[in-house]
């Protein structure tokens, strides 16, 4: 018997859209343009003889019958990815591109990509760390972590976990807080939001002399600095607590929870896929057992 289907390109796009919420986040899953998603409807609509959308001043909203659709086309699509992946092998996927900074990506993640490796095989990543300001869901970039103290801009924004401040000097350094903050000079990390006025101000203390100390553009280097005895850096919890665990630098006094938080931020729809909810939920976990333990 064969199979009556409306043309299937079409419904690709119509259970894009319903499930991403709009035609604009389902173009940028799709790598097409909104019109064309538009047009894909639209043509799925007459093929059916029905509408799939309220279309109105409150903006698109599904229909009873697109309620129905959605559901059994989403079901449909996602048996076949299950059916393909069995076939070809886990490592088949369409790979994840993201944009980590420097630091999180060489103190934090590098270390546990082991560990999301073991329990994600399928899941394969592409991880860039350029400075440069990048525009998640533009083709590039699926996701990225970022150190912010809120969302901005059109991408979903999803918190993982709220950024600790603590300063740390080499690993011999004896002083304490009041002691290091008089004798030794503070480094600075310029691309940071928060830095040492911020954490003097949470602490009710004065800040460091800025006109004293080194600067550098990235929490990494400013670290290895403060492990070599060139001052006081301040580290950023959770990704510089390996630095502290293993001795490498000495942490002065106990972290206190700054404005910023790091959050993952995703191209529209990227956590109703499988990979987007594996990685999501495996940096959630990681992160959360690491606050626990602090």
Do not use: N
């Not at 986040?25 to 047009?39: I, K, N, Q, R, W």
């Not at 092998?89 to 591109?97: E, H, K, S, Y």
């Not at 801009?153 to 950024?163: D, F, I, K, T």
């Not at 101000?201 to 006109?211: F, M, N, V, Y």
């Amino acid at each position: 018997m064969a199979h009556k289907l409306p043309p299937l390109s079409a419904l690709r796009m119509f259970e894009a859209a319903g499930r991403c919420g709009g035609f604009t986040a389902a173009a940028s899953e799709l790598g097409v343009t909104p019109s064309a998603v538009s047009h894909g409807v639209r043509a799925l609509e007459d093929a059916l003889g029905v509408p799939l959308f309220h279309r109105d001043q409150r903006g698109m909203r599904l229909t009873p019958a697109g309620e129905t659709l959605l559901r059994e086309a989403t079901r449909a699509f996602e048996g076949l990815s299950r059916c393909v992946e069995a076939l070809t092998g886990p490592r088949a996927g369409r790979r994840l591109t993201g944009s980590v900074a420097p630091t999180f990506a060489t103190r934090w993640l590098m270390p546990r990509l082991p560990d999301l490796r073991r329990r994600h095989p399928s899941l394969d990543l592409s991880i860039s760390t350029e400075r440069e300001h990048v525009e998640i869901g533009d083709g590039r970039f699926d996701f990225a972590i970022r150190m912010a103290s809120a969302p901005a801009g059109p991408a979903e924004w999803h918190r993982l976990v709220s950024v600790r401040l603590v300063p740390v000097a080499a690993a011999d350094c004896r002083l304490t807080l009041s002691e290091a903050l008089a004798r030794l000079p503070a480094i600075h990390v310029t691309a940071a939001g928060e830095d040492w006025a911020s954490w003097a101000a949470l602490r009710g203390l004065p800040p460091p002399d800025p006109s004293r100390g080194l600067r550098f553009d990235t929490i990494q280097l400013a670290l290895d600095a403060a492990a070599q005895g060139l001052g006081l850096a301040l580290a950023r919890l959770p990704v510089c607590a390996d630095d502290i665990a293993a001795g490498r630098v000495h942490a002065l006094d106990a972290p206190i929870e700054g404005g910023t938080a790091y959050w993952l931020v995703t191209r529209p729809g990227l956590l109703r896929q499988r990979q987007g909810r594996q990685l999501a939920a495996w940096l959630r976990e990681q992160l959360d057992g690491e606050t626990l333990a602090a």
